[in-house]
């Protein structure tokens, strides 16, 4: 099981979560894959279309973009498979995953979003609490901090990065995925995958937009949050070093048919 250190921390490799993986049998309908509601970034689109396109690639049978302001905009720009709701428009009663943050959230999106405990929620960069306390944590809810927002919102790392995202995970009764050279992945029970495949092709912009919407898209298909995020995490490692050098953020979410189908071969 790739069991490291002690016996709740894992490295993160398909064969601890690939039974958790979606597996859409020959007839389901799309809503029966799950439904990503993504609220958009007011200014920077293009993190918006990164995570939904990423979702929808990862296989959410429907995204829908909740526009800030402009929904013309993304109505022009978004891939033609994703909706697009205005400013306003109530969230689908058959929403089964929330992200928000990704380029930046409204206000009032945020707040919204921060609110909503009663279904699982991926909370990115923008949209992320200045208070782990404030999300009435529910174990469905994954917050994807990079360390400059960590230290900025729930205080400094340390020298070690393990315990400050269990401690946070704790706080926030959520999953934490840390990011970084060595992505952690972090359960309030104690749980710990470490992801250690340090790509520098991966810091690039939008890198991080896109594992959001992964995480999401695998999350609306009704995968258990805590293997969503790590087997997300994973496919954004694999997809970066099949591509290698060049690498821009939106050839990851290209990448993806592949690395699912290698992530979900036991062979592989
Ligand atoms: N095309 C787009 O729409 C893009 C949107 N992006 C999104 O736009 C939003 C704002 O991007 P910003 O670049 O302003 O915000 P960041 O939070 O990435 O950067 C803000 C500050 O944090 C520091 N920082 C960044 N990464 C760090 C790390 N790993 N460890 C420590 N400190 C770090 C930087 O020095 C910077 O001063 C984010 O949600 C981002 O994901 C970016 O991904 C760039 C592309
Ligand atoms: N040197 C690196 N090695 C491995 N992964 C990296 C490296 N630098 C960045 N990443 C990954 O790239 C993503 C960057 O996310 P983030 O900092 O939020 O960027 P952005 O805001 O541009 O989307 C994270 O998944 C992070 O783990």
Redesign the pocket.
């Known amino acids: 099981m790739g069991v490291s250190d002690d016996c709740s921390t894992f490295q993160n490799l398909p064969n601890l979560w690939r039974t958790s993986l979606p597996n859409p049998d020959s007839s389901s309908h799309k809503y029966q894959r799950g439904y990503c509601v993504v609220f958009a970034a007011p200014a920077l689109t293009g993190?918006t279309r990164m995570a939904a396109t990423a979702a929808l690639r990862i296989g959410a049978g429907l995204v829908t973009v909740q526009a800030a302001q402009r929904g013309d905009i993304y109505r022009m720009t978004l891939p033609p498979e994703i909706m697009v709701q205005d400013d306003g428009e109530p969230v689908p009663d058959k929403a089964t995953v929330l992200l928000g943050g990704?380029g930046g959230i409204s206000p009032h999106h945020k707040r919204d979003l921060l609110r909503r405990s009663d279904l699982p929620r991926v909370i990115?960069?923008g949209a992320l609490p200045d208070r782990p306390a404030l999300l009435n944590g529910t174990v469905k809810t994954v917050l994807?901090p990079?360390e400059g927002?960590f230290e900025t919102l729930f205080g400094p790392i340390g020298d070690d990065r393990r315990q400050a995202a269990l401690q946070t995970a704790q706080r926030a009764q959520s999953i934490v995925v840390l990011?970084?050279?060595?992505?952690l992945i972090a359960h309030p029970d104690g749980r710990l995958i470490v992801n250690d495949?340090?790509?520098?092709n991966?810091?690039?912009?939008?890198?991080?937009?896109?594992?959001a919407g992964m995480i999401a898209g695998l999350i609306a298909q009704g995968m258990d949050v805590f293997y969503a995020a790590a087997a997300a995490?994973w496919m954004?490692?694999e997809a970066?070093r099949r591509i290698g050098h060049g690498l821009i953020?939106s050839d990851i979410i290209k990448a993806l048919p592949n690395v699912l189908k290698t992530a979900a071969d036991p062979d592989s």
């Open positions: 993190a990704p990115d960069s994807t990079h927002e990011k970084g050279p060595v992505t495949r340090p790509d520098a991966l810091a690039t912009a939008g890198t991080g937009d896109v594992l995490v954004h490692s970066a953020a």
